[in-house]
Structure formats: C-alpha cells, structure tokens
Nanobody, 118 residues
Framework: QVQLVESGGGLVQPGGSLGLSCAVS????????MYWYRQAPGKQRELVAR???????NYADSVKGRFTISRDNAKNTVYLQMNSLKPEDTAVYYC????????????WGQGTQVTVSS
C-alpha cells in the first residue's frame, strides 16, 4: 500500500502564493509520474499538473504560467508552487503517483485545503 501525505495548504489572499508538498511512502518500487489534482466543492476532481520521472511537466490550462510542479526523487516527494492565486483555485489539493505507465491510481490521501479569499 502506498501512503500519500499532502501538506502546505491554507488561507491566502488573491494574488498570493502557497507551496504544497506531498510525501510518498509505503510499497514503492518505482515512481514513473507524479500528479497534483484538485477538487472544488460540488465539482469533480481535476488534473492540475503532472511530472514524469525525467522531469517533463504538463499543466492544466487554468494554471499554466502560475503553478510549478517539481519532484525530489531521493525523498519521494512532489511539490506544487502556486503563485498569483485566484479565488477559483480554492479546492482540496491531492497528489498521486503512477508506478507503471497507464496503471490506475491507488487510494488518495486526505488532501490539503487551499482557500483563496480576501
């Protein structure tokens, strides 16, 4: 079983910044890609960003130019730096990993709440 522990959320004013972290532990044999998702109240969980084992990144259009995903392979940790935050970024943020390309995600962690409000 893989454990995912997200941290770093909080309340921030519009235009502010936050940095999220996700520590991965447990039954890890390989981390092919790491992901950040988010879920706003009443909405489906959506992809925010992805980073491959080689460092290639992909972002949702809504966060391009504002968010940066990175990873520390030695620490099995993925990060999300969020700048120029908007109220519509308010959501619970979750991470997950892909150990085999195309394999389904395992159980999600508890997530970390990000609230952008004045």
């Amino acid at each position: 079983q893989v454990q995912l522990v997200e941290s770093g959320g909080g309340l921030v004013q519009p235009g502010g910044s936050l940095g999220l972290s996700c520590a991965v532990s447990g039954s890890i044999f390989n981390i092919y890609a790491m992901y950040w998702y988010r879920q706003a109240p009443g909405k489906q969980r959506e992809l925010v960003a992805r980073i491959s084992s080689g460092g290639s990144t992909n972002y949702a259009d809504s966060v391009k130019g504002r968010f940066t995903i990175s990873r520390d392979n030695a620490k099995n940790t993925v990060y999300l730096q969020m700048n120029s935050l908007k109220p519509e970024d308010t959501a619970v943020y979750y991470c997950n990993i892909e150990q085999i390309p195309g394999a389904p995600f395992g159980p999600w962690g508890q997530g970390t709440q990000v609230t952008v409000s004045s």
